[in-house]
């Protein structure tokens, strides 16, 4: 099973939609949860920092569910321009340094 | 501005040649990493640095190596063992604050192809 594991999509959804990603982690221990925004050929970007309540950034909400090792990405109001991919970050067992990054889930906006 | 400053943009590496990746960051970061990404994967951790004069191999180590003579600076070298090396190379830095790993901060990668 891999660490940290996403659905790699294409969602392709229509403009205003709703859309929502899930990724799973295997390591009980991890203590840190990001969401990033890769587009085409540039760097990741951090998006939003996952917290155990919950939070919310504008249009974008993140949850974590530690009992079910999961966290969540809710987009709503799609825009063309969130069209991209979607990276789910995880730190390592505690007291590591190192980041487990998913392999992404890519949405593209229609209009 | 702080930030991570990764040099060059594009790099092109002979065969049997090493070539040096930079990175240089003013974040006052502890931490700093190395990633390879090639089309259409994930990132992958080649190596990292929790302070200076100290690093860790990451997943994929093998054909690379590293120093941190400074907190500053964390350049990437790709020998002639890397015998794939055609990727897209991203530095990254982070803070640990009251033993939780902060999000990194990426530069904004150097790209390597073989001539």
């Known amino acids: 099973r891999k660490e940290v594991e996403q659905d790699p999509g294409p969602f392709n959804v229509p403009e205003g939609a709703t859309v929502a990603f899930n990724c799973t982690y295997s390591n009980s221990a991890s203590q840190s949860f990001f969401w990033y925004r890769q587009d085409c050929r540039k760097e990741p970007k951090l998006l939003m920092s996952v917290y155990s309540s919950g939070n919310e950034d504008g249009r974008f909400t993140a949850q974590l569910n530690r009992a079910s090792q999961y966290i969540s990405l809710l987009i709503r109001d799609s825009k063309l321009s969130d069209s991209a991919t979607y990276l789910c970050?995880?730190?390592?067992?505690?007291?590591?340094?190192?980041?487990?990054f998913g392999t992404g889930t890519r949405l593209k906006v229609l209009a | 501005d702080g930030g991570i400053t990764q040099s060059p943009k594009y790099l092109f590496r002979k065969e049997g040649q090493n070539v040096t990746l930079s990175c240089e960051q003013n974040l006052n970061h502890d931490a700093m990493y190395w990633y390879r990404q090639d089309p259409g994967q994930g990132l992958r951790l080649i190596y990292y640095?929790?302070?200076?004069?100290?690093?860790q191999k990451g997943d994929i180590a093998e054909g690379y190596s590293v120093s941190r003579e400074k907190k500053e600076s964390f350049p990437l070298t790709v020998t002639s063992a890397q015998k794939n090396p055609t990727a897209f190379y991203l530095c990254a830095s982070s803070l640990r604050d009251r033993g939780k790993n902060q999000p990194q901060h990426f530069g904004d990668g150097t790209r390597l192809s073989i001539l």
């Open positions: 970050v995880v730190n390592g067992a505690s007291g590591t340094y190192k980041y487990i």
């Open positions: 640095s929790q302070i200076v004069n100290d690093f």
